[in-house]
């Protein structure tokens, strides 16, 4: 059998559960016992990935954000999940830089953040049904 652990929480997509998501996700990965450089890029895509669900999948509205965790062997995989508005060209929302939402001081960032601070970041997404982005790091130790 596989070497798995598991956790999946939902919360609201409120800003301030924002930290809830990095801390619970620290939290979880500790029993591989990461380096703090390790926990600090883990919450960072974390609180990436959870503020672009409400900001850009809810649009401020509050719903429900689904976070998972999965150990396998060395490797944390990372889901968060929102049921928002979708997004219509996937890659064009990955480039540096773009953002829908100038208006709100968005740096166009956060999946580049993503793609830095994880070893893998993979987005599924449909038009109107929501956002799943999926993300893979390996804890050296």
Known sequence: MENTNEMTIVFDSRPVN?????????AFCTQLNPTLEEVADIKTAVSEAVTNCII??????VHKIRLSCRLRGRELLIDVADE??????????????????????R?????????????????ESQVGKGTI?????????
């Open 84 to 105: 928002g508005v979708g997004i219509k060209d996937v890659a064009k929302a990955m480039e540096p830089m773009y953002t829908t939402k100038p208006e709100k001081d």
């Open 107 to 123: 740096s166009g960032m956060g999946f580049t953040f993503m793609e830095a601070f994880m070893d893998e970041v993979s987005v």
């Open 56 to 61: 850009h999948g809810y649009e401020g509205k």
């Open 133 to 141: 982005v999926h993300m893979k790091k390996a804890i050296r130790r």
């Open 18 to 26: 924002e930290g809830l998501a990095r801390v619970t996700v620290a």
